[in-house]
């Protein structure tokens, strides 16, 4: 079996539908029926079952997907490990990142990579919507999150950020032309929602101003870009980490400082069962430089 035909048969038991496999891979639907049919015939049973409503795996079809998928891994695993190889890197770490401001932990990023001139850090999106579930997962070792963070499997490093909350608003909210707000002035305002886990939400935003008027939470976002239509069409305002005036700057958005709110502290946070040395680096070196914010 070809490696691309073996690629192929995994994809479609994920998306389980043609042209969505053959998008995702950048191949013709035919060439996605040529190569089921192959191996198909090659095994001599069915390992699809397709009608016009649905595709569906046989219980052979599932059984090869379990055995092909660890192998298929271990493959492209060892091709990342030549290729790291070959450029003098003979380790990896992976780096969880619930923003895109990478750049704000260049600092931290040079000077491991000076003590560690042949581990590869490589960065990873993670998504508001399952914040620790890809650390959980092993798909990230070490992440930066904002704290607080209480998970009991879960260690919290240094910190290495500490930076001011914002407002955001639209270009024409009442909110814009002020010089600085306070949680008070934002009792009469919708509030995005959906930090999780429930103390984050109630960290960035409070359900209460200090005199106690409740704060009214609006839409819920599951990452940053989702905000800005809201925000753009004045649905609602948000408070968000002041990184945000620099890497989602527009013409239609404003970022108003807010005084009375405590900074925002960023630190390291990794899985206590799965701590490495290489991860135990991290953290040294995270303790070493200076945390920085705007």
Known sequence: MELRDVEIFLTLAEELHFGRTAERLHVTPARVSQAIKKQERRIGTALFERNSR????????????????????????????????????????????????????????????????????????????DPFGPLRAGDVDVQIAWLPVEEADLTVGPVVRIEPV????????????????????????????????????????????????????????????????????????????????????????????????PPARWALLWRTATETDLIRSFAHVGRLVEPSGS
């Open 54 to 129: 649905a595709v569906t795996m046989t219980p052979i079809g599932r059984r090869l997907y379990t055995d092909l998928l660890p192998v298929y891994r271990g493959l492209h695993e060892a091709v990342e490990r030549a290729i790291r190889s070959a450029g003098g890197k003979t380790e990896v770490l992976r780096l969880g990142m619930l923003s895109s401001n990478v750049q704000d932990f260049r600092p931290l990023l040079d000077a491991f990579a000076a003590r560690h001139p042949t581990c590869d850090v490589q960065i990873r999106y993670v998504g508001f919507g």
């Open 166 to 261: 914002v407002l955001a608003v639209g270009a024409g909210h009442r909110l814009a032309r002020r010089e600085t707000v306070s949680y008070e002035d934002l009792a009469d305002e919708v509030v995005i929602g959906g930090a999780k886990p429930g103390y984050w939400s109630e960290a960035l935003t409070p359900s209460h101003t200090p005199s106690g008027r409740p704060l009214r939470v609006g839409p819920t976002v599951a990452t940053e870009t989702a905000m800005i239509p809201i925000l753009s069409n004045g649905e609602a305002v948000a408070f968000v980490h002041s990184h945000a005036s620099r890497y989602y700057a527009r013409a239609d958005l404003v970022y108003v400082p807010v005084h009375d709110a």
